[in-house]
Every structure is written in C-alpha cells, then in structure tokens.
Nanobody, 126 residues
Framework: QVQLVESGGGLVQAGDSLRLSCAASGRGLSRLTMGWFRQTPGKEREFVATIRWSGADAYYADSEKGRFTISADYDRTAATVYLRIGSLKPEDTAVYYC?????????????????WGQGTQVTVSS
C-alpha cells in the first residue's frame, strides 16, 4: 500500500510563489509515476503535472506550463514530490492533490492514478 501526504498549502497573495510537498511511503515507490492534480468546487479534478522519481519525464498540462514546476527527491530515507507554483493567481485557488500511478508513462488523467493523498488547500487572494 502507498500513502501520500500533502503539505504546504495555505492562504497566499496574488503574485507570490508557493511550494507544495507530497511525502510518499510504502512498498514499490520507485516503480510509480507521480502526479499533481487540483480541484475547485463543482469542477472536475484536473491534471497539473507528472514526473518519474528519477526526475525524468516531467510533463505539464498545457495551461500550467511556465508557472508550475514539478520535482522529485527519492532516496533510502525519504520520497517527496514537490510542486512549485510561481506568480500565483486567484484562479489557482483549489485543493491540490498528490497522486501515484502504476503506469510508466502517459499518466495524465484521474483514471490513470491508483493512489491519492488527502489534498492541501491553496487559496490565493487578489
């Protein structure tokens, strides 16, 4: 079983930057593809970015390129995935979810992911 715990959300001002963290634990982490999604009330959970633990194959939703940076740190003691968001906008307000997929590549939809964290709220004030 894989456990994912997000942190780093909060109330920020427009124009600020923020880094979200996702601490991963469990068996077989190294084979998984990691991703970030976000969701606002009444809307579908949308894909933001994905990455392999090696740091390879980072891929972003077209709308998120430029301001979002996904990265991953993996060693014997800890496994953490990060999402940095620059130049925050009020429309970035959402619950951000970390997820893990058994797929090697092409994990860009909610259905591609097998494990989910509880989410962390990001609120951007104008």
């Amino acid at each position: 079983q894989v456990q994912l715990v997000e942190s780093g959300g909060g109330l920020v001002q427009a124009g600020d930057s923020l880094r979200l963290s996702c601490a991963a634990s469990g068996r077989g982490l190294s084979r998984l593809t990691m991703g970030w999604f976000r969701q606002t009330p009444g809307k579908e959970r949308e894909f933001v970015a994905t990455i392999r633990w090696s740091g390879a194959d980072a891929y972003y939703a077209d709308s998120e390129k430029g301001r979002f940076t996904i990265s991953a740190d993996y060693d014997r003691t800890a496994a953490t995935v990060y999402l940095r968001i620059g130049s925050l906008k009020p429309e970035d307000t959402a619950v951000y979810y970390c997820a893990a997929s058994e797929r090697l590549l092409g994990a860009t939809t909610r259905e591609d992911y097998d494990y989910w964290g509880q989410g962390t709220q990001v609120t951007v004030s104008s």
